[in-house]
């Protein structure tokens, strides 16, 4: 109840004299609650979250891009970035009808995550008014986007590849064409604040959860997260190049996917470490005595 009642007005205050310690304030509260989750999938749960590719530093700077495979997949992201010491300064684009929910709502409109209609004609704007605020380096950030704006279904693929047959683009089987504009703006503005772009690619045992499956453990039993690490130097600076270098990525992706699907796992397993349980008590301990009267 303390991050409930307190958070929002000090938030408010705080601002009024310094964004920077508003900011750092209000991630480090939400890091306490958020750091709740990865404590549920993985200790409670007993959901093994495996973690594949390269080995990231901590606390960079980053935009990260992934495949959007189920409703929960940002979820999951908290269990990387609580491990890098960024699990309150991650950051989502996504659809505005998510900012209404009860609860996780307020604290997305607190964190400042970017609501979007995909619409390009009407999110324009307000990406690049939000985008232009998150470039002050001493403000650490985790940038997630999805470029494929909706969650995967057979449906929604073969709508994906029937386009891209139409109009000689690749045409993909796991994953559907991702939207480029959304994507390049968040670059363009932020790349000289920027140390890197995650390249996330995530897969589940069996099925792909539902946000109930999370919550009781019914699923998904191993989360595999593929990551790549790309300097944010190494991505061509103008729109058609970015655009066509999203493209490639995803193709690359679709091709981890295939390999994943035939071989139950992705390459270079095992890069990060399992949580600890001692961090996750801690977090816990301050964050009930917070709440207490």
Request: aromatic share 12%; charged share 25%; proline share 5%.
């Amino acid at each position: 109840m303390f991050l409930v009642y307190f958070v929002p007005p000090a938030a408010v205050v705080l601002r009024l004299f310094s964004v920077h310690y508003s900011r750092k304030s209000v991630c480090f509260l939400f890091g306490l609650w958020l750091g709740l989750w990865p404590l549920l999938f993985e200790k409670i749960n007993k959901t093994t979250v495996i973690f594949c590719g390269e080995r990231v530093p901590a606390k960079e700077r980053i935009l990260l891009i992934a495949n959007h495979r189920t409703e929960v997949d940002w979820m999951y992201l908290w269990d990387l970035a609580l491990r890098k010491g960024c699990l309150g300064y991650i950051k989502y684009v996504l659809k505005s009808s998510l900012m209404k929910l009860p609860i996780f709502g307020w604290g997305f409109h607190i964190l400042e995550f970017i609501p979007v209609e995909r619409k390009w004609e009407c999110d324009q704007s307000v990406m690049r008014r939000m985008l232009s605020t998150y470039s002050d380096r001493q403000d650490p950030l985790w940038l997630s986007v999805f470029p494929e704006g909706t969650d995967y279904t057979e449906q929604k693929c073969r709508k994906s590849q029937k386009y891209a047959a139409e109009n000689g683009l690749p045409v993909l089987k796991n994953v559907l064409l991702p939207k480029t504009r959304g994507f390049y703006a968040c670059l363009e503005i932020l790349r000289d604040s920027l140390d890197a772009v995650y390249d996330v690619t995530i897969a589940y045992k069996n099925q792909c959860p539902t946000f109930l499956d999370n919550l009781f453990g019914v699923d998904p039993s191993e989360v595999h997260m593929h990551i790549r690490r790309i300097p944010v130097k190494e991505i061509p600076a103008s729109e058609h190049e970015a655009a066509d270098w999203l493209m490639n990525t995803f193709q690359l992706k679709d091709q981890l996917l295939s390999n994943f699907i035939a071989n139950g796992q992705f390459p270079h397993q095992a890069t990060e470490d399992e949580l600890s349980t001692m961090k996750c008590l801690v977090n816990c301990g301050v964050r009930t005595a917070m709440d207490q009267p």
